[in-house]
């Protein structure tokens, strides 16, 4: 049974700092892609960044370069995405997707909101 549970969201000051955490199960972590996106209300899910196994490379969106970086520990079979200089747009429920050819595996869910 594949599962991928994220955690670490919560309520965050703007400038702050939170890391996520995605932990999967029931596939071969290493072998896939895998991504993070977010959807704030109203609004579309969008990719926020993506990392392949093989070589590592990464990809981020605009709105968050240089302040997201994202990375995985296929030892532990575990994505995460540090967050910093958190914005109140940064605010939405962030999910984490392992994608391969036909697969598509997404996670519950958590929610960031930056507020003061």
């Known amino acids: 049974q594949v599962q991928l549970t994220e955690s670490g969201g919560g309520l965050v000051q703007p400038g702050g700092s939170l890391r996520l955490s995605c932990a999967a199960s029931g596939f071969t972590f290493s072998s896939y892609p895998m991504s993070w996106y977010r959807q704030a209300p109203g609004k579309e899910r969008e990719l926020v960044a993506a990392?392949?196994?093989?070589?590592?490379?990464?990809n981020y969106a605009d709105s968050v370069k240089g302040r997201f970086t994202i990375s995985r520990d296929n030892a532990k079979n575990t994505m995460y995405l540090q967050m910093n200089s958190l914005k109140p747009e940064d605010t939405a429920v962030y999910y984490c997707?392992?994608?391969?050819?036909?697969?598509?595996?997404w996670g519950q869910g958590t929610q960031v909101t930056v507020s003061s």
């Open positions: 997707n392992a994608r391969r050819w036909y697969y598509d595996y």
């Open positions: 990392i392949i196994s093989a070589y590592g490379n990464t």
